[in-house]
């Protein structure tokens, strides 16, 4: 069964504190790994896809990395704005067609 | 813009009364989901719909039933919603071009279900 561990799960910066948020996953053939971010009552936003082990997105102060076994979400000097719960997700070649697994999110709070 | 809307936003309905939420999509996706989501839980996947193909989790109520009329509109019907039904009801849509794609979900913001 597809696994997904995020950590912590909550995080308190100050502003302008760097910091980063782990995902990390056990399937059986990564198809892509996901990040989003929700604001509360809220949907998810999308923010990244990994396809495969080194590759790298960034997206102003938010940069994800993935290796064979985890991702990681690097916030650069994180402002307010930043605060929200981040999910991580992967779809697997033995999810079945179409199925995305979620972890339970990183609840990031900044304070200026 | 092109969205994912879900009406209602908020729904209180009545221990055992039959409820119905919709999702409506102007992606033109080919793939909807529909998750539930509890306070600080991961969203968990009901099920969903490659075009009309319809695939239902192994551990989805039968309480919970889903219609898709068309590509832009589908409906999430709680039969007998119990206590434990309350929940944000998520609506995603992405796009696939073959079985095991791995295109980005978008959502709706969801309705939050509150059983009395």
């Known amino acids: 069964e597809d696994q997904v561990t995020q950590s912590p799960e909550a995080l308190r910066l100050q502003e302008g504190e760097s910091s980063s948020l782990n995902c990390s996953y056990t399937?059986?053939?990564?198809?892509?790994l996901f990040w989003y971010r929700q604001d509360p009552g809220k949907g998810p936003e999308f923010l990244f896809t990994?396809?495969?082990a080194g590759e790298e997105k960034e997206k102003e102060r938010l940069k994800a990395t993935l290796t064979k076994k985890e991702s990681f979400l690097h916030i650069t000097a994180p402002k307010p704005e930043d605060s929200a719960t981040y999910l991580c997700?992967?779809?697997?070649?033995?999810?079945?067609?179409?199925?995305?697994?979620f972890g339970t999110g990183t609840k990031l709070q900044v304070i200026p | 813009d092109a969205m994912v809307i879900q009406n209602p936003r908020y729904q209180v309905t009545q221990f055992g009364k039959p409820v119905t939420l919709s999702c409506s999509q102007t992606l033109n996706h080919n793939v909807m989901y529909w998750y539930q989501q509890k306070s600080s839980q991961a969203p968990k996947l009901l099920f969903h719909?490659?075009?009309?193909?319809?695939?239902n989790e192994a551990d989805t109520p039968d309480n919970f039933q889903s219609r898709r009329p068309n590509t832009s509109f589908c409906f999430l019907d709680i039969r007998s919603p119990g206590l434990g039904d309350a929940a944000m009801y998520l609506c995603?849509?992405?796009?696939?071009?073959?079985?095991?794609?791995?295109?980005?979900?978008?959502f709706g913001d969801g309705t939050r279900l509150s059983i009395l």
């Open positions: 399937v059986s053939g990564l198809r892509g």
């Open positions: 719909y490659y075009d009309k193909d319809f695939n």
């Open positions: 995603a849509t992405s796009r696939a071009t073959h079985k095991g794609g791995n295109q980005p979900q978008h």
């Open positions: 997700a992967v779809q697997a070649h033995s999810g079945g067609y179409q199925k995305v697994t």
């Open positions: 990994l396809y495969s």
